[in-house]
């Protein structure tokens, strides 16, 4: 990625299998997901947010997991936060 800031980042090779429940009491479903590690400043975390709710718009994503400095979040996502654009 480029910009005033560099932004490094790195994808593990292989998916890691995980489950998720669809909703509280609901059977577990597996799948793989991949993990991007992103090395940016704290002022982009924000912006960083921003970019998973689009991209978990854009991939028919309910939430998306979040880890800062070891802390997880887990983002909803909403329609009204808008797609990423994919060519």
Do not use: C
Request: net charge neutral; no cysteine; glycine share 8%.
């Amino acid at each position: 990625m480029t910009g005033p800031e560099m932004v490094l980042y790195y994808r593990n090779a292989k998916p890691l299998a995980g489950t998720w429940s669809p909703r509280q009491g609901a059977e577990p479903v597996e799948d793989l997901s991949r993990k991007y590690t992103v090395a940016i400043t704290a002022k982009q975390v924000g912006e960083l947010r921003d970019l998973l709710r689009r991209v978990g718009n854009s991939f028919d994503q309910r939430v998306m997991y979040l880890e800062v400095a070891g802390y997880a979040e887990l983002l909803a996502v909403l329609p009204e936060h808008g797609w990423l654009e994919l060519k």
